[in-house]
């Protein structure tokens, strides 16, 4: 029995929505992994202005002191002879009060930069002996990293990025995905070189024949 015009309209509808669907599904995929290139570069800016401000604040404790003293100290006294009017007149010594102590700053370390979302994956999954999940690799970088703000989808992209880099496995179990560190590619062994020709033997000389 044909199927009605009802149940084929459905089905049209069905397929050109799981059609539909996919399409939304890659266009997330694709705009997260510009959102995390992005968080990614706006990361290495952050501490590069950090190290900058250090570094800074590690160059300019002499201007600073300078300033402080010429706002707390007072007015040079002038040589004597070189005051207008009697050149034998006496100068009173005028007080002056001893610099503040300045302590020595202590040296200040630039910090480390973070390792990229990459190469924390990477080394994440080469530590692993069995597959792990997205969720699990994300948990596992938020533990390793307490003060850095990590999502899943954004775990998750970065692992599918490796797989097509063929850095990454991944396998399905049923509806959920793992993913493992692939194996290194063995280097190929060197050609072995070839032996050099022995050289051939001279002639003998046929008798008779003058030496």
């Not at 994956?121 to 530590?127: E, N, P, S």
Request: hydrophobic share 35%; charged share 25%.
């Amino acid at each position: 029995m044909s199927e009605s015009p009802g149940t084929e309209l459905a089905s049209e509808y069905s397929a050109r929505i799981a059609q539909d669907l996919e399409v939304n599904a890659q266009e997330q995929d694709r705009l997260a992994t510009e959102i995390a290139a992005l968080e990614e570069q706006l990361r290495a800016v952050r501490e590069n202005r950090v190290v900058l401000e250090r570094l800074q604040q590690a160059l300019t404790p002499q201007a600073t002191a300078t300033a402080t003293a010429s706002a707390t100290g007072s007015a040079p006294v002038p040589a004597p002879g070189t005051a207008d009017g009697d050149a034998d007149a006496v100068v009173p010594h005028q007080r002056t009060e001893p610099a503040p102590n300045r302590r020595a700053l202590p040296k200040q370390v630039p910090a480390e930069p973070k390792p990229s979302l990459v190469e924390a994956v990477h080394a994440y999954l080469a530590q692993q002996r069995e597959p792990r999940s997205a969720t699990d690799v994300a948990e596992a970088i938020r533990a390793g990293q307490p003060g850095r703000t990590i999502k899943t989808t954004v775990i998750r992209t970065t692992l599918e990025n490796l797989v097509a880099r063929n850095r990454v496995r991944r396998t399905k179990q049923g509806r959920a995905v793992f993913y493992t560190l692939s194996a290194p590619e063995a280097p190929e062994a060197p050609e072995a070189p070839e032996a050099p020709e022995a050289p051939e033997a001279p002639e003998a000389p046929e008798a008779g024949t003058e030496a």
